[in-house]
C-alpha cells in the first residue's frame, strides 16, 4: 500500500504542476488574446470575470458528481478538457470562438480544482501527516515554468496556437497517463465517516470560518498578481523592467514556502503555521504599502509570497479534518469562495486605489488577512459536533512529530 500511496502521490503533484502550467500560459497571455481576437478593453473584463465564475458552476457541479463519481474519473477527464480548452483559446479566430473556449476552460478548471484537492484530502488522511503544501508546491512550480513559457512566446513573437501546441502535446498524454495511478481513498473516507457519526453532512455554518479564510487568500494573491507591477512602476517610481520582478519574487517565494511548509506543520501544528503566515502576510502588505521606494516594496511582495502560500493548502486540509465523512463535499463548496476571492480581489483594490490612494488601498488586504488569526482555531483538531463531547481522531496534519510512512 505504501508504494501505491506514493505513486498516487507523484501522479497528483504532476497534475497540479500541470495545472499551474495551464493557468499562467493563459493569464499571461491575456494583451495577445486580446489582440488576437479584437476584445475591446470594455469588454475584456467580462471576459475574464467569466472564466471564475463558470469554474465556480464546475466546482458545485463537482460536489453532485462525485457521489456517483470517484473524483479520481473527474480529474483524469478534466484536465485534457482544460488542455484542449487552452488550445482553443489560442488557435480561434472570432470573439464566438474565443467565448467558446474559455467557457469551456472556466467548467474543466472547477472541476479539476476540486477534484484535484479532494485527492489531494484523501491522500493526507492515508498518509497521516501533512503533505498538502507539496501538492500546491507543484502548482507554483507550474505556474514559473508556464510564466517562463509565455516569456519565450511573447519574446519571439510567437502565434498563441504556436506557443500553446507543443505544451498541449507534451502534457496531455503525460496526464493521462499519470492519471492511472490516482488513489481514491474511499476506505479511509468511510472509517472517517463512521468515526463522525453524522460527518457524513455538511453543516455550512461550520465550514464559513474556513470560506472567509480561503477568500482572503485569494483577494491577497489577487491584489499581487494584478497591482504589484503597477504599484512599483506608479507608485514607487520603479522602471518598467523592474516592475516585473515582484510577481516573479512573489511566485518563487510562496514555491519555496509550500516546499517546506509540510515539515512546519508536522513539527508546530496547523493552527500555529497558518498565524504565522497571516501575521508574515500582514507585514508585507504593511511594508507595501509604507514602502519609500521600489526596493522595500519588493521585500514586501516578498513577504507576502511567504505568508500567503500556506493558507490554501491549510484551509482545504482543515476542511478535511472538519468533514471527514464528508471530505469531497466540503472542499467542493469551499473551492468555489476561491473564485469569490479572485473576483473580488483585483477591481477592489483598484476601485480603492483610485478613490484613495493605491498606499490606502494596500491597507485593505492587510486588514483582510489578519481576520484569518479570528479564525485560526478552526485549522486545528476539531471537537465532536455530532455527541460524545470527544474530539476527533486527528486524521491529517494537525499532531506534532508523527512519523507518517
Known sequence: MTDVLRRGRASLAFSFLVQGVAFALLVTRIPAIQGRYGVSDALLPAFLAAVPVLAGVGSVTTERLVKRVPPSRLLRWSQPVVLLALLGVGAGERMVELGVALAAFGLAVGVLDASMNMLGVSLQRSYGRSIMLSFHAAYSLGGIVGAS???????????????????????????????????????????????????????????????????????GDSTVSNWSAKYLQDVLGSSEQLATVPFNVYMITTLLGRAIGDFGVRRFGAVAVVRGGALVAAGGFAVVAAAPGAWVGMLGFTLLGVGLCVLVPQTFAAAGRLFPGASDAAVARLNVFNYVGFLVGSPLVGALGDLWSYRGAMLVPMVLVLVTLVYARSFGPQPDRYGGGHERPRTADVGRGSNGL
Open 149 to 219: 513559457l509565455a516569456w519565450v512566446g511573447a519574446h519571439w513573437h510567437l502565434a498563441l496556437w504556436v506557443s500553446y501546441l507543443p505544451v498541449v502535446l507534451v502534457l496531455l498524454p503525460a496526464v493521462l497517463v499519470g492519471s492511472r495511478w490516482y488513489v481514491d481513498d474511499r476506505g479511509a473516507a468511510s472509517v472517517a465517516e463512521g468515526q463522525a457519526g453524522e460527518g457524513g453532512v455538511v453543516v455550512f455554518k461550520w465550514l464559513l470560518p474556513l470560506c472567509l479564510v480561503m477568500t482572503v487568500a485569494y483577494i
